[in-house]
């Protein structure tokens, strides 16, 4: 039995998690979970689960749901609640689902204290993938990524010699606005940017998938997952989003990992590794989708992808830049405060504006964070 704590429980990524575990109920125990405004959701995970403890990000939610439970479930607030929480002896497993920068201290404190991390939280390796890689080795920590492109790509390379890689490729599915003009990127609205045609995510992920975003910050933790150069790093778009990520080897051969667009099956697979489990719930049915296609990524089009590459290229701080410019445009645009098209824009500004520092400390890190978020919001 595996004592799991849930970093984001009442995001996608979290829900679907708990329908993994409680599906394996001999295998898996819930702990802790965490939130950060949704107490509502989070009250009927408390009476489903029964968690030793919660943490709630806004110390005011926080406050409000001490007073419902009424001392029955312990209440953690704010980011020394998650930091807390990972440190316990019955945690033996830390989902790491919180969206953006958050993700990046608990799970820092995790390994520390040598708990095996199911890392959903991608941005955690972008703004400091030599320091995470760096601890991983240390602590001697299990990280198993849950993004389905880099659970496919781990499931590729399931006894390969990695020296017989000769790259990696990411599919993606191009977002809604695939086939959009670019000409027409200034009109988008926030609702058609949410409409995602196959995967049900939150609002931020779902906006850097509209973006490509997403599959530039997949890039980057691919590098840091797999060790390998941006230059045997592809990304081939793939609308129907039955692969979900494939690995060409040096003699031509590809494996391609295949199934439905369902979170549950990379995050099971996280969760088990390197063990298989049965999963109800529906199979591909190949003569029912008679196709599939594959796309070039048009970068200019999607210019966060170029900048992706780029950020990943100048190494050091720069992806942590580019995450946080990304963080607060992506943010801006679901107020209705920019337009679709200005969202690359305020990344380029402010990648362009910082020198770069390599070999960053982790106060580098979030002090890099903390002036780029600043820059940019002057900006707007």
Not at 171 to 182: I, M, N, Q, R
Not at 234 to 256: C, L, N, R, T, Y
Request: aromatic share 6%; hydrophobic share 45%.
């Amino acid at each position: 039995m595996k004592n799991i704590a849930i970093l984001g429980a009442t995001g996608s990524i979290g829900q679907n998690s708990l329908a993994v575990i409680k599906s394996l109920p001999q295998r898996f125990r819930v702990t802790y979970l965490t939130a950060n405004k949704n107490i509502d959701l989070l009250q009927k995970q408390i009476a489903e689960f029964k968690p030793k403890g919660v943490v709630v990000l806004d110390s005011c939610n926080a406050s409000v749901l001490k007073k419902l439970l009424n001392g029955t479930v312990e209440v953690l607030a704010g980011e020394e609640g998650l930091e807390e929480i990972v440190r316990r002896d019955d945690v033996d497993i830390v989902i790491s689902s919180l969206v953006g920068f958050a993700g990046l201290k608990p799970t820092i404190e995790a390994i520390k204290h040598r708990k095996t991390i199911a890392l959903a939280n991608k941005e955690t390796l972008v703004v400091a993938g030599e320091l995470i890689t760096a601890l991983l080795k240390e602590y001697d920590v299990s990280l198993i990524p849950i993004d389905s492109e880099h659970s496919a790509i781990l499931q590729c390379l399931a006894g390969e010699d990695r020296s017989h890689v000769a790259k990696l490729i990411l599919t993606a599915s191009g977002g809604p606005f695939l086939t959009t003009p670019k000409e027409s990127f200034a009109s988008l609205s926030v609702e058609h940017a949410l409409a995602h045609p196959n995967w049900k995510m939150g609002n931020k992920i779902t906006i850097d998938s509209a973006t490509l975003m997403n599959k530039g910050l997949e890039v980057i933790e691919a590098h840091w997952l797999f060790g390998l150069p941006p230059e045997k790093i592809d990304v081939v778009i793939h609308p129907q989003s039955i692969i979900h990520s494939m690995v060409e080897f040096i003699d031509g051969s590809v494996k391609a990992q295949l199934g439905l667009p369902d979170m549950k099956i990379p995050i099971q697979y996280a969760l088990t590794y390197p063990d298989r489990l049965p999963m109800n719930g529906r199979r591909v049915n190949f003569p029912k989708l008679q196709s599939m296609t594959f796309f070039e990524p048009d970068k200019e089009k999607f210019r966060c992808l170029q900048l992706a590459f780029d950020a990943l290229a100048l190494g050091g701080t720069a992806p942590a830049v580019l995450n946080a410019a990304n963080e607060v445009a992506v943010g801006a645009f679901l107020e209705k405060k920019i337009s679709f098209e200005k969202i690359p824009l305020f990344i380029e500004k402010a990648l362009s504006q910082h020198t770069v520092r390599h070999a960053p400390e982790l106060a580098h890190i979030i002090e890099t964070d903390k002036l780029t978020r600043n820059f940019v919001g002057a900006l707007l």
